[in-house]
């Protein structure tokens, strides 16, 4: 009978010894598996490197072609950079565009590059708009006499509004010539075929000029002052004040100032 005592004590002893193990042992987990470690984050596939996400490159943000770069992009590519103005076609250039290459640059259109010369004629305050066309000559046109212009022509009825402020013409002056014909050649236009044929006489010494242009011909042409030689045509409409206009700024963005910024 004390034998039997002898082993269920002995028993009952290694029972508790077995229990407090179990109960003191650090890496016990409810959801034991085969994998289970120490690991804060328990996973049935627990590897070295395990993370919610894991992979060997990983970071809050992996994509297979994920840097360490401060600007991460969904829209990666070889040329990507820190630059915060990402582009497939991105270089240094501080003008982004996506169709830039790297020989872009602000310039004025080319057909804009050739010179030009403007030539500056004399002008006068006239009273009214009238008053100059009067000058001129223009009231014998029934035009001027009916409907603009009618009190400065005739003396009766009364002048459109428009027309009766103050302007600034061209002043002319007239001078007299045998012909039209001679006036053609004085002006060097019988090197043209137009004017070869209408006046033969004059500009070749052979044939006849015709007739209504070898009547004796008064020329009248604005008073030039100087000319004005310009490196292209963009400086010109840019001392014309012209940069204002749209058309302007696309041909000449340089010298008008409209790059982009």
Partial sequence: MWGMWKVAILLAILLSILLSYY?????????YSPYYSPSPYYSPYYSPYYSPYYSPSYSPYYSPYYSTAPYYSPYYSPYYSQSPYYSPYYSPSPYYSPYYSPSSSCSDSSSMNRK??????????????????????????????????????????????????PYNGTVYSTTKYTSRCAWYKIKGWCKRSWYKSSCAKTCTGKGTDKRSYAKPYEARE????????YKTHCDFYKAKGSCKYSWAKKSCAKTCGACAK
Avoid at 131 to 141: D, F, H, I, R
């Fill in 222 to 229: 604005p008073i030039l002052l100087r000319t004005v030689t």
């Fill in 23 to 31: 109960s003191a042992s650090p890496s016990y987990s409810p959801y």
């Fill in 116 to 165: 030009m010369t403007q030539s500056v004629y004399k002008k006068k305050l006239y009273p009214s708009q009238c008053a100059y066309y009067k000058v001129m000559g223009y009231c014998k046109y029934s035009w001027y006499q009916k409907t603009s212009c009618k009190k400065t022509c005739t003396g009766s009825g009364s002048n459109k509004a428009s027309y009766s402020k």
